[in-house]
């Protein structure tokens, strides 16, 4: 997607925009749109969580402000966060202080503009129907592989949220039922195998353990890097492909229980981790899921890594926010 300049508007021409935000583990990413969903401009923050929710919210003004100084008439705000969201509430994010937040209620007060807040694997599962990978499927399964794993599910042409707008937690669901405990406080969720919190980790403790390898304390300090984990893997650093390779057994695991469940036409992976790793990792996790499901319903699924990548979620909450206003 092309970015524009106001300037490529003609006089009189209708101006409205659109704006997407993306609120995750380490960063807050915003975009402008106009209506057709050409990318005006772009903003980036730190999301600074470990610093609690005001810092969270202060971060996330900054991103808003910014793209706000030299808009016209933006019509709504769309905002994918990580976690359960009810009624425009953070009802619970794993990974992040907002929980009981109600965001949406925070943008009116805050901006007087509509706004619509979805989970972010949700909104990254549409933008990617909508503009990338899964394009034209009539089913997809997305996996986000980042600070946690999200999921989002494209059913019937429609995005699936299920009864009580809670489905889709795919990193919530069990693949190792004696393994580590989860953020959400289950055991052996694929979240806690095969997300960047799992891999730092286990990194940590083989280093405790006096095992080698490249990645340094200090790139502990907080969440490791997909850039520098892929460093190590190019490096043959038997400790980060060890564990990646678990990463990625897990979640061949798990796509094959989906596959025999959801018979997909499209599995897509994205996130930090896949968009740094997943040619390494993606033969992996097909050849995993392959002996998880029926043959002949794997055979029925394509496998794809995200073409949006990092703006998969800015796409899909622009989309929402402008579908739930109208253009």
Known sequence: MKIIKYESFKEGEDMSNWIGVDIGGTKILGALFDDKGNKIKTEK???????????????????LDTLLEDSKDVKGIGIGVPGVIKDGKIAFTPNMPLNEFNLIDFVKEEYKIDCFVENDANASMYGEWKFGAAKGAKNAVGYFVGTGIGGGLILNNSLYRGSYNFAAEIG????????????????????????????QREITRKRERGEKTVIKKSDLKNIVKSSTLKSAYDEGDKVVRSILNDVAFYLGINAGSIINLLNPDVILYGGGIMEALGEELLPIIIETAKQYSIPHIFDTCEFKL??????????GAFSLIQEKVGA
């Open 306 to 315: 995200s073409k949006l990548k990092d703006d998969a979620c800015l796409y």
């Open 45 to 63: 923050k730190s999301s600074k969580s470990s610093k609690g929710k005001e810092k969270v919210i202060d971060q996330l003004k900054k991103v």
């Open 172 to 199: 919530h669901m069990n693949v190792y039922p004696q393994g580590p405990l989860c953020g959400c406080n289950l055991r052996g969720c694929l979240e806690s195998l095969s997300s960047k919190v799992a891999i």
